[in-house]
């Protein structure tokens, strides 16, 4: 499975920005997604996950209540909405693969990563 994150960008706080994360190569449909962000200086944390086929999600404290997960099986495609942006939401972003149907929220649960999409949130 290769993934390809984007959607990034140079957002103010208190907007939003939609992520993608584009999967190719096996099937994709029974694969749990998560994601990931890394800021400067720290290490990478758990965001948010979604299982297959969509019908469980968790997040992160930081990001409840803003963030939403979801996935199109048929496009191969799983997205984060990211609302009520802050500017300690600044960070590079991953989506990452795992093989089952569970969602995981440790980065070491995971099989396949992207490569990571870079989200700066301005005060």
């Known amino acids: 499975v290769q993934l390809q994150a984007s959607g990034g960008g140079l957002v103010q706080a208190g907007g939003s920005l939609r992520l993608s994360c584009q999967a190719s190569?096996?099937?994709?449909?029974?694969?749990?997604m998560g994601w990931f962000r890394q800021a400067p200086g720290k290490e990478r944390e758990f965001v948010s996950s979604?299982?297959?086929?969509?019908?469980?999600?968790t997040y992160a404290d930081s990001v409840k209540g803003r963030f939403t997960i979801s996935r199109d099986v048929a496009r191969n495609t799983a997205y984060l909405q990211m609302n009520s942006l802050k500017p300690e939401d600044t960070a590079v972003y991953y989506c990452?693969?795992?093989?089952?149907?569970?969602?995981?929220?440790?980065?070491?649960?995971?099989?396949?990563w992207g490569q990571g999409t870079l989200v700066t949130v301005s005060s």
């Open positions: 979604i299982a297959w086929p969509g019908s469980s999600t």
């Open positions: 990452a693969a795992r093989r089952g149907t569970d969602i995981g929220t440790s980065s070491y649960e995971y099989d396949y």
């Open positions: 190569g096996r099937t994709f449909s029974r694969y749990a």
